[in-house]
């Protein structure tokens, strides 16, 4: 009897075990693979040639009425499917995109489904359901578990407000603490896309795609074990007008969910970028592979380029008989000087609409934007204008078609500093009203891009993005030489941004301190230069004012004529936080972007994806002083190594860039 009760016993005890059931699942070139685990919940985890990415980690999603999609789950179809084809990507860091991978979707009793895809660089998984009505998402649980207590490369949320609801009111520039999962602030809301150090060297970068109709994901870490959890901002209740200049919409109050949407869709993919060396992760394309295709038709009409931008410099001009500021003889100086560089666009930021009044329509006296864009019109120089978040939604169609009419290029829109549902479907409002009135958008004060340059080509850019701009405030403590040689591997695998790099006054570690009116830059004049090669960035800023430009002509000329999207892309080198380099191809030359930290650092280039023939390198090597006075440079014309080896020595804070042509 007694031995009959012990196997009772441990029938019943193994029978959770029992039920459960493994899928599989692995990358086109079989070096990832991924386990998805139905049982009482479900979990799934991968590892890279035998290398833990993920332990078990735990996904589901509760709907209002206590509906949890992944709570004791029953597959009722398991179907597998192989991609292998080309995007063509003509507004990115290369023309066309391979997008191979292989696929597995897991359809669940109760109209839900789970889909899982493995590349070659990672793996990504999104839920879909197929519900009739509407509904309400209350939470998505995403725990991420690790089985060791990893490094990373974390960036929290800029604010330090006690609390995750004052939190979620966020500019999303932050730079990156190196440090233990376990010994992350539990206190502070983590942004994406972060990095995970793991076994071998290899890495994990965590981010999204297809952001739409949803809130963006933070990680945060809530226990004494080497874990993250997904957390989104809930649905705003009450909002009111404030904030900078009341241009911003402040959140007074919030739902208890996360989101109110249609019953039938595709949910965000949660993307994982996987890399057995760093330099994987500085050419990874899982994000623009994963969003939507174009919902526009015909963009031709979308002309990248570069920007003289006024903000960053204070409007500081100086040689001239008029008093600079805003106003149309300032504007107009910087349209010349924009024309003669063949730089296609001058930004009119902040000021140009009346102060405080969040109406667009409100323009200062000393501003006409008609005689503005009829000047630069003919000089070939598109105006752009900047916009305040709550001043451009409130009046958006008014404000696109009036600007549009008048032959303005676009908006860069500022000032969101959220990511809830709401501030997300205005990112998608806005870019299809500026398309329907063919206008650019380049969106500030915002998180990072999760696929929506590719969905909309017309949004050129996005800020998200600890960028140069900081350089007007932030301390000499903050150390921007790491944040500039991590965020190629992290921030940039989202998508394009708007760091704003060109500054012609440059500082060695020791000299720098940041001014508001005259700022300066950490690091070389060659790691401004190579940002322009390295950095992704459609519509890119110059930085500085024109008159510091036109006093440096052979650095002006580079900057001027780097292309801002390109045909190919290779990463040739790099460790994160530490050194990185970068060509791109664009017609028929090829150029060079490398930088380092504040280690100076000899590094041998590998030219090898040139073809056959003699080449020419146009270069920008840090001066033999560079350590001293940052901005001593030495430009040379060299021939390309018939054994395509290139040695280079980078000073600290320095860099190297380069323009290869036959």
């Not at 500019?171 to 995970?196: A, G, H």
């Not at 100086?318 to 001058?346: C, L, Q, W």
């Not at 028929?588 to 490398?594: I, L």
Request: hydrophobic share 40%; proline share 4%; with cysteine.
């Amino acid at each position: 009897m007694k031995v009959e009760k012990l196997i009772m016993l441990l029938l019943l005890g193994s029978m959770p075990l029992m039920a459960q059931k493994n899928y599989q699942l692995q990358s086109p070139d079989s070096k990832l693979k991924a386990t998805v685990t139905i049982g009482k919940d479900i979990q799934f985890s991968f590892n890279h040639e035998g290398t833990e990415v993920l332990a078990p980690s735990t996904i589901a999603m509760t709907l209002q009425g206590s509906n949890v999609l992944g709570a004791n789950p029953k597959v009722t179809k398991v179907s597998k499917m192989s991609v292998d084809k080309i995007i063509p990507s003509p507004i990115y860091k290369k023309s066309e995109v391979k997008d191979k991978y292989n696929e597995m979707t897991l359809t669940f009793k109760g109209n839900y489904s789970l889909i899982f895809r493995l590349y070659n660089e990672g793996l990504a998984y999104r839920f879909c359901t197929t519900m009739k009505n509407n509904i309400i998402v209350q939470n998505e649980k995403a725990d991420y578990n690790f089985s060791s207590d990893h490094m990373t490369f974390t960036p929290y949320v800029n604010s330090k407000a006690p609390t995750f609801d004052e939190q979620f009111k966020n500019s999303f520039e932050q730079t990156y603490v190196n440090m233990e999962i376990t010994k992350l602030n539990s206190q502070r809301l983590i942004i994406l896309p972060m990095i995970v150090e793991l076994d071998g060297g290899k890495k994990l970068c965590i981010t999204e795609s297809d952001l739409e109709d949803f809130p963006g994901m933070f990680l945060n870490n809530t226990t004494d074990k080497p874990s993250l959890k997904g957390i989104h901002a809930p649905y705003p209740k009450v909002e009111e007008q404030g904030g900078h200049n009341m241009l911003q919409m402040l959140v007074k109050d919030r739902e208890s969910y996360i989101a109110k949407t249609k019953g039938t869709r595709a949910f965000p993919w949660r993307v994982f970028a996987v890399s057995a060396n760093d330099k994987e992760l500085a050419n990874c394309d899982m994000v623009y592979c994963l969003a939507s295709p174009s919902r526009l038709s015909d963009f031709s009409w979308v002309k990248p380029g570069k920007v003289a931008w006024d903000w960053w410099n204070d409007w500081n001009i100086y040689g001239v008989d008029f008093r600079a500021g805003i106003n149309n003889e300032t504007y107009k100086y910087y349209i010349d000087f924009a024309s003669k560089h063949g730089i296609e666009y001058v930004i009119l930021d902040e000021g140009w609409s009346v102060n405080k009044k969040a109406d667009l329509m409100q323009v200062i006296p000393e501003i006409n934007i008609k005689e503005l864009v009829d000047y630069g019109k003919s000089k070939n120089v598109g105006i752009i204008l900047w916009a305040g978040f709550h001043a451009f939604d409130r009046d958006m169609e008014n404000v696109c078609k009036h600007y549009s009419e008048i032959g303005v290029k676009g908006f860069k829109i500022d000032f969101m500093d959220r990511d809830d549902q709401e501030v997300i479907n205005f990112l998608y409002r806005a870019a299809a009203t500026c398309a329907k009135y063919k206008l650019m958008a380049d969106f500030h004060g915002i998180c990072k891009p999760a696929g929506l340059t590719r969905t909309y080509p017309n949004v050129i850019n996005f800020e998200g993005v600890h960028g140069l701009e900081n350089m007007k405030w932030t301390p000499a403590t903050t150390d921007m030489m790491a944040f500039d040689c991590t965020i190629p591997f992290a921030r940039q695998l989202a998508g394009p941004m708007d760091y704003t790099q060109g500054a012609m006054r440059n500082a060695v570690r020791s000299n720098y301190h940041p001014i508001n009116s005259e700022p300066m830059s950490q690091g070389t004049r060659c790691h401004q230069l190579a940002l322009y090669v390295i950095l992704e960035s459609p519509l890119n800023m110059l930085c500085d004012n024109p008159t510091n430009y036109m006093k440096e002509a052979e650095c002006t000329n580079f900057i001027a004529n780097v292309p801002t999207v390109w045909n190919k892309t290779v990463a040739m080198d790099g460790k994160v936080s530490e050194y990185v380099a970068i060509a791109r191809e664009h017609g028929d030359n090829w150029y060079v972007g490398a930088i380092t930290n504040w280690t100076s650092r000899d590094m041998e280039l590998d030219l090898s994806f040139l073809g056959n023939g003699d080449y020419k390198m146009e270069v920008f090597r840090d001066g033999i002083n560079a350590d001293r006075a940052a901005c001593d440079y030495k430009k040379e014309i060299i021939s390309v190594p018939v054994n395509r080896k290139l040695m280079i020595h980078m000073a600290p804070g320095g860099g190297f860039a380069a323009r290869i042509y036959k």
